[in-house]
């Protein structure tokens, strides 16, 4: 499997695509609001990430390790949500974007997090989270949110929970280059594994999961033993600085996301000026 690390090389038919897009001869298609989150716990060799490796039949990212993710519902936006923590306006102002966008970016990032890995950003209280959601009817409430049978809003509420939007943390902004038949313009968030919680292979997209180093999962990228797309290694390469959890939560605090689009320079798909030092230092510019 071709995994396109940076310097990503672009094949030439890919470049006259890229060209048709520039000169206005095709009109790239219009992006889907996506959250992801890296979901992160203290290890020996630094923070570990929770990494998905998506089943190879998808029609976007097949074979590829990712952090779970996905598309905002437009339920997520409902301004009922149970909620504790920064309010949708102070959220709005750090993810460089419309309040009800916040809200629903945030109420993606708790119910992808809960539907992909079984671990769910909320609890009772404003200063408490759920415990161990691993059972059986914890199970049913996340198929549930999984087929669009319940929103996150219904299940928050029926369980006497609200939304912890203090777990989380907002770290980067990717959207996926113009000549791509699929569009994505995705939020990353950092959050850190609740005590007591747990995290399941539960994802119906996923064909394993693992817990890796940051820096772990970046050297398997570089010798070719674990696909990564060029946002999720660059994150693990900005990851693995920090020494824990609550490193990268403090500091996410003081982050506001610009979001960043690939372009096409020459031959390549230019990443800069996105950790220029960093890619620098392993010899990847």
């Known amino acids: 499997m071709h995994i396109p690390l940076p310097p990503v090389a672009l ?10 897009y520039d000169e206005g001869r095709r009109v790239a298609v219009e992006p889907r609001d996506a959250a992801t989150v890296v979901l992160t716990r203290a290890g020996a060799a630094g923070p570990e990430v929770y990494l998905l490796s998506r089943q190879t039949s998808m029609a976007f990212a097949a074979g590829m390790a990712v952090f779970p993710g996905g598309g905002v519902d437009p339920r997520d ?4 949500v149970p909620w504790a923590g920064p309010s949708p306006a102070a959220w709005a102002a750090q993810l460089g974007c419309a309040e009800v966008e916040a809200r629903a970016l945030v109420c993606a990032a708790v119910r992808e997090t809960f539907e992909e890995s079984g671990v769910l950003l909320a609890g009772p209280s404003a200063t408490e989270v759920v415990g161990d959601v691993s059972g059986d009817d914890w199970e049913a409430d996340r198929v549930a949110l999984e087929t669009r049978e319940r929103s996150l809003t219904q299940l928050l509420s029926r ?6 939007s203090d777990l989380l943390g907002a770290w980067a902004g990717w959207t996926t280059p113009t000549f791509e038949p699929r569009r994505y313009r ?7 594994l609740p005590p007591g919680q747990v995290t399941r292979d539960v994802s119906s997209e ?3 999961v693992q817990w890796m180093p940051a820096g772990r999962a970046v050297e398997l990228a570089e010798e070719g ?5 060029p946002p999720t290694y660059l994150t693990c390469l900005d ?4 020494a824990d959890p609550d490193a990268l939560l403090a500091e996410a605090a003081t982050r506001r996301i610009e979001m960043f689009t690939p372009s096409v320079e020459g031959d390549r798909l230019s990443l800069l000026p996105l950790h220029r030092d960093l890619l620098s230092a392993r010899g990847r510019l």
Do not use: N
């Not at 995705?186 to 850190?192: E, G, I, Q, R, Y």
């Not at 990851?239 to 920090?242: D, G, K, Q």
């Open 77 to 80: 936006a409902h301004e009922g």
């Open 159 to 164: 369980r006497g929970l609200v939304l912890r």
């Open 239 to 242: 990851i693995a600085r920090f």
């Open 206 to 208: 996923s064909a394993a």
């Open 11 to 20: 094949s030439s038919e890919v470049i006259a695509l890229a060209g048709e």
């Open 186 to 192: 995705t939020w990353f968030f950092v959050a850190a």
């Open 225 to 229: 033993t674990l696909a990564l797309m």
